[in-house]
């Protein structure tokens, strides 16, 4: 089980970026992926999730109605559309799977198996 982050980059204030995560060795449609972000000096915090089961998505209050958590099926990719970046999104993102099928978020980083290398996001003027 491989996951591969990818999409991070320096932005604005107000822009725009699309994380990726890419998974080979196995299918995410049959994992539940978070995404995950963590600061400098600060914890591993829970930003998505999108559920095996019925692919319900969920989202820490700070990114809500900011963020956006999809899957592409043909691509076998998970992705998290970011927008409207504040300075304060600022942070390593990581994704990570877990072989879940329940129907509750999973938004702990313990809750979590499989884990990619993280991307860098720098929201900066």
């Known amino acids: 089980v491989q996951l591969q982050a990818s999409g991070g980059g320096l932005v604005r204030p107000g822009g725009s970026l699309r994380l990726s995560c890419a998974a080979s060795?196995?299918?995410?449609?049959?994992?539940?992926i978070g995404w995950f972000r963590q600061a400098p000096g600060k914890e591993r915090e829970g930003v998505s999730c999108?559920?095996?089961?019925?692919?319900?998505?969920y989202y820490a209050e700070s990114v809500k109605g900011r963020f956006t958590i999809s899957r592409d099926k043909a691509k076998n990719t998970v992705y998290l559309q970011m927008n409207r970046l504040k300075p304060e999104d600022t942070a390593v993102y990581y994704c990570a799977a877990r072989d879940y099928s329940g129907d509750y978020p999973l938004l702990r980083a313990y809750e979590y198996d499989y884990w990619g290398q993280g991307t860098q996001v720098t929201v900066s003027s």
């Open positions: 060795g196995f299918s995410l449609d049959y994992y539940t």
């Open positions: 999108i559920l095996r089961s019925d692919f319900s998505t």
